[in-house]
T-cell receptor, first 116, second 112 residues
């Protein structure tokens, strides 16, 4: 159980375009999902917390207008990188928490974004 | 001081060796801790939770030292498949259950 999927797994796009990444909980409902970013040889950094039915909570330094998050259902959260630039190239990973009283998070397989 | 600090390594060990990593944390009130494993270009996967009394799962042992504010991961009889980056994870008190703080990871390379 507790499977999280992401789509696409890899995307290459031109500078200035927008990219949407989907995160789905396949066998459970997730009221809260999390979006992380990881640069090569660096730690995972939390970008935002995605709450079903309400606005996402962004971490300090993360531009909410650039990284649009939508959590329209209990099994789907999307992250849209708007007007992507080469410095946005990174590994984007989502996770979901299974239970409200449990810190354990299950991670999606990640999306590797390359902006040319 | 960073909230979570790890020695980045790499730790290069032969098969069968015993290796241990430490992770220090800054918030003395932290209650729960985790070790995650991350393979290259893959997502992190939970390896073990760390309890006050320690936790053992096969060849892996995790321990908590509250006085010195560190957790450790011991791997016995290392296998080639243990080669990965091991991430120390601490949920912050102020963030409740909504956040995990990841260490930068310790890289382990097991060679034949």
């Amino acid at each position: 159980g507790a499977v999280v999927s992401q789509h696409p797994s890899r995307v290459i796009c031109k500078s200035g375009t927008s990219v949407k990444i989907e995160c789905r909980s396949l066998d459970f409902q997730a009221t809260t999902m999390f979006w992380y970013r990881q640069f090569p040889k660096k730690s995972l950094m939390l970008m935002a917390t995605s709450n079903e039915g309400s606005k996402a909570t962004y971490e300090q330094g993360v531009e909410k207008d650039k990284f649009l998050i939508n959590h329209a259902s209990l099994t789907l959260s999307t992250l849209t990188v708007t007007s992507a630039h080469p410095e946005d190239s990174s590994f984007y990973i989502c996770s979901a928490r299974v239970a409200l009283d449990n810190n354990e998070q299950f991670f999606g397989p990640g999306t590797r974004l390359t902006v040319l | 001081r960073k909230e979570v600090e790890q020695d980045p390594g790499p730790f290069n060990v032969p098969e069968g060796a015993t290796v241990a990593f430490n992770c220090t944390y800054s918030n003395s009130a932290s209650q729960s801790f985790f070790w995650y494993r991350q393979d290259c270009r893959k997502e992190p996967k939970l390896l073990m939770s760390v309890y006050s009394s320690g936790n053992e799962d096969g060849r892996f042992t995790a321990q908590l030292n509250r006085a010195s504010q560190y957790i450790s991961l011991l791997i016995r009889d290392s296998k080639l498949s243990d080669s990965a980056t091991y991430l120390c994870v601490v949920p912050p008190i102020s963030g409740g259950y909504n956040k995990l703080i990841f260490g930068a990871g310790t890289r382990l390379a097991v060679h034949p």
